[in-house]
């Protein structure tokens, strides 16, 4: 009987942690209205691209990263310490979308989000 209990109380701490997300999306979008955050943008390739609405924890945590394709591996670098009150999030639209890394709990809540540098962009040399 403890087994099957052990089992059972494992399998449902597990679909929790199936259901939270993590992928590399588009922000279009960026929305504060009433305290709360919301994000609008895209995921999947290109042609295959599927449109989302998300919910930003007040307590997300927001971040620059760096995201590996190949190892599909996300990385946290320095914390944005202005939010989405800062100069990246400033010109966020459909014609120029943010690349970023989002981590969603079981609600399909924004955790975590990474900015991810974008492949072409230099920094400017000085």
């Known amino acids: 009987m403890r087994t099957i209990t052990a089992i059972c109380t494992l399998a449902i701490f597990s679909l929790g942690a199936v259901m939270a997300d993590d992928f590399v999306g588009r922000i279009t979008k960026i929305e504060t209205k009433d305290g709360t955050t919301t ?3 895209t995921r999947g390739k ?3 691209e599927k449109d989302f ?7 997300a945590k927001i971040a620059k990263g760096k995201y590996s394709f190949k190892d599909m591996t996300a990385e946290t670098g320095d914390d944005i310490k202005e939010g989405f009150k800062s100069d990246l999030f400033k010109d966020v639209s459909t014609e120029k979308p943010l690349r970023v890394y989002l981590t969603t709990d079981k609600k399909d809540v924004v955790t975590q989000l990474l ?5 072409g962009k230099k920094k400017d040399d000085k």
């Open 115 to 119: 900015v991810i540098e974008q492949k």
């Open 46 to 48: 290109k042609g295959e």
């Open 53 to 59: 609405k998300l919910t930003v924890a007040e307590k």
């Open 39 to 41: 994000i609008t943008g």
